[in-house]
């Protein structure tokens, strides 16, 4: 058994003092506020549970700061994003989502949802493991001390307008098994435990169902709306938004998480309501590619459970992403406080949208825990009740995942991960 004790923290039944943790094999044994640290392990700070990052594609994080100089949309970004994929094997995949995962345990990220597109060789010929690029994905979350719920993601369709879905082109092609029922059998035999519908623009409707069925009672997570073009799209092919699409072919439901929601109508929010599904945030990510803000409050209003990603990683830092929804709120309704800080760390700690436990620091869970220090530059006379609206990442020390220590003193257990992120990134951007 280990003691950790901590003179804040935030536990299910709000703020404590002296709180003293118990941890053995991986769970948490007690929490006893009020108790003398005793030979317990001093933690600074604050602290809270491990945070869950909703919505990840790590190779992502090779395009920060490379895509900023010529303006344009998501859907010129789109083509930068295509060059790095195209570059990526299971060796240069499994470095880079190593320092890209440990980059998220440095922000606190104990879980980590993988919308995982990236299947095949180029020109989408398999590898001789159908699974390689997984099992990469698979090795680097265990080296950098997160848990993966690996999502295997449906891409069967190269885009969608009135005519109906094109095929794959380019780079797209690694993305694709060709047919559900093939993309079926590999994704439900391989170490992915849980799947994803890529989009309505790249599976065709009569794949919906197939997705849907493969779930299982798994996570299933789709994007949604994400763009204007999108519902546009998806109305002149189907006459029904994207939403309406997914909830008449059965994919929406209690184990389904759409992906930033951004562009809905208010029958798209009451269906989501009405189906139990929950919604991951991409702040960071909608502001970055100009996507727009989601409607955060009237969804939590509609009774759907929201969730935060850091999505493409043009930023790591969870408690960003939770004050980013606050703050988007606040520009869209000009009104402060559309989010309790109590209810912005329930979406920063959503486990359930990625299977996991969203029980906290409670006795039985899983012993995930973020110390954030309360005596930095951003931090010095914050409330830790309202940490969140004044830490960064930078601003975390100490991060147990199911009671292993990731992150201690600010560094993260691997080592110098700029160095590793410098290693992964730099060949993939060679002679471009």
Same mark, same amino acid.
């Given at each position: 058994?280990?003691?950790?004790?901590?003179?804040?923290?935030?536990?299910?039944?709000?703020?404590?003092?002296?709180?003293?943790?118990?941890?053995?094999?991986?769970?948490?044994?007690?929490?006893?506020?009020?108790?003398?640290?005793?030979?317990?392990?001093?933690?600074?700070?604050?602290?809270?549970?491990?945070?869950?990052?909703?919505?990840?594609?790590?190779?992502?994080?090779?395009?920060?700061?490379?895509?900023?100089?010529?303006?344009?949309?998501?859907?010129?970004?789109?083509?930068?994003?295509?060059?790095?994929?195209?570059?990526?094997?299971?060796?240069?995949?499994?470095?880079?989502?190593?320092?890209?995962?440990?980059?998220?345990?440095?922000?606190?990220?104990?879980?980590?949802?993988?919308?995982?597109?990236?299947?095949?060789?180029?020109?989408?010929?398999?590898?001789?493991?159908?699974?390689?690029?997984?099992?990469?994905?698979?090795?680097?979350?265990?080296?950098?001390?997160?848990?993966?719920?690996?999502?295997?993601?449906?891409?069967?369709?190269?885009?969608?307008?009135?005519?109906?879905?094109?095929?794959?082109?380019?780079?797209?092609?690694?993305?694709?098994?060709?047919?559900?029922?093939?993309?079926?059998?590999?994704?439900?035999?391989?170490?992915?435990?849980?799947?994803? =519908?890529?989009?309505?623009?790249?599976?065709?409707?009569?794949?919906?169902?197939?997705?849907?069925?493969?779930?299982?009672?798994?996570?299933?997570?789709?994007?949604?709306?994400?763009?204007?073009?999108?519902?546009?799209?998806?109305?002149?092919?189907?006459?029904?938004?994207?939403?309406?699409?997914?909830?008449?072919?059965?994919?929406?439901?209690?184990?389904?998480?759409? =992906?930033?929601?951004?562009?809905?109508?208010?029958?798209?929010?009451?269906? %989501?309501?009405?189906?139990?599904?929950?919604?991951?945030?991409?702040?960071?990510?909608?502001?970055?590619?100009?996507?727009?803000?989601?409607?955060?409050?009237?969804?939590?209003?509609?009774?759907?459970?929201?969730?935060?990603?850091?999505?493409?990683?043009?930023?790591?830092?969870?408690?960003?992403?939770?004050?980013?929804?606050?703050?988007?709120?606040?520009?869209?309704?000009?009104?402060?406080?559309?989010?309790?800080?109590?209810?912005?760390?329930?979406?920063?700690?959503?486990?359930?949208?990625?299977?996991?436990?969203?029980?906290?620091?409670?006795?039985?869970?899983?012993?995930? %825990?973020?110390?954030?220090?309360?005596?930095?530059?951003?931090?010095?006379?914050?409330?830790?009740?309202?940490?969140?609206?004044?830490?960064?990442?930078?601003?975390?020390?100490?991060?147990?995942?199911?009671?292993?220590?990731?992150?201690?003193?600010?560094?993260?257990?691997?080592?110098?991960?700029?160095?590793?992120?410098?290693?992964?990134?730099?060949?993939?951007?060679?002679?471009?």
């Amino acid at each position: 058994m280990t003691g950790w004790w901590s003179a804040h923290a935030l536990l299910p039944s709000g703020p404590a003092r002296d709180v003293l943790f118990e941890v053995a094999d991986g769970r948490f044994t007690a929490v006893r506020p009020g108790s003398p640290a005793g030979a317990a392990q001093r933690l600074p700070g604050v602290a809270l549970p491990g945070f869950a990052n909703g919505h990840s594609h790590a190779f992502h994080r090779a395009l920060r700061g490379r895509t900023h100089d010529g303006g344009g949309t998501f859907w010129t970004w789109r083509e930068r994003m295509y060059a790095v994929a195209g570059r990526l094997d299971p060796d240069s995949y499994r470095a880079l989502a190593t320092a890209a995962y440990a980059e998220m345990a440095l922000a606190g990220v104990s879980a980590v949802a993988e919308f995982h597109y990236l299947h095949h060789g180029p020109g989408g010929r398999p590898y001789d493991d159908p699974h390689a690029m997984s099992h990469a994905l698979v090795d680097a979350a265990a080296a950098a001390g997160v848990r993966l719920t690996l999502l295997d993601t449906c891409y069967l369709a190269g885009g969608l307008d009135a005519g109906g879905h094109r095929p794959l082109a380019g780079v797209q092609r690694r993305f694709g098994d060709g047919d559900p029922q093939v993309w079926a059998e590999r994704a439900t035999s391989g170490p992915a435990n849980g799947v994803a =519908v890529h989009s309505v623009r790249a599976v065709p409707r009569a794949a919906l169902a197939v997705v849907a069925e493969a779930a299982a009672g798994r996570p299933l997570h789709v994007h949604l709306s994400e763009q204007p073009a999108e519902n546009a799209a998806c109305l002149a092919a189907h006459g029904r938004t994207p939403t309406a699409l997914l909830d008449a072919e059965g994919v929406l439901g209690p184990n389904t998480t759409a =992906v930033h929601a951004t562009h809905l109508t208010g029958e798209d929010i009451t269906t %989501l309501g009405r189906t139990g599904t929950a919604v991951c945030l991409c702040p960071t990510t909608e502001r970055d590619l100009a996507d727009g803000i989601g409607p955060a409050v009237e969804l939590a209003g509609a009774g759907v459970a929201l969730a935060l990603g850091s999505d493409q990683h043009a930023v790591v830092d969870l408690i960003e992403e939770a004050r980013a929804m606050e703050m988007h709120a606040r520009l869209a309704s000009g009104e402060r406080g559309r989010f309790a800080p109590a209810e912005l760390l329930t979406a920063l700690t959503r486990h359930s949208a990625i299977g996991g436990s969203d029980a906290g620091l409670a006795v039985g869970a899983p012993a995930d %825990l973020v110390a954030v220090r309360t005596d930095t530059a951003r931090t010095a006379g914050t409330d830790p009740a309202q940490i969140l609206l004044a830490a960064s990442a930078s601003d975390v020390d100490t991060v147990l995942a199911r009671g292993e220590v990731v992150v201690r003193d600010g560094r993260h257990r691997l080592g110098d991960i700029g160095a590793l992120l410098r290693a992964a990134i730099t060949p993939l951007w060679e002679d471009r």
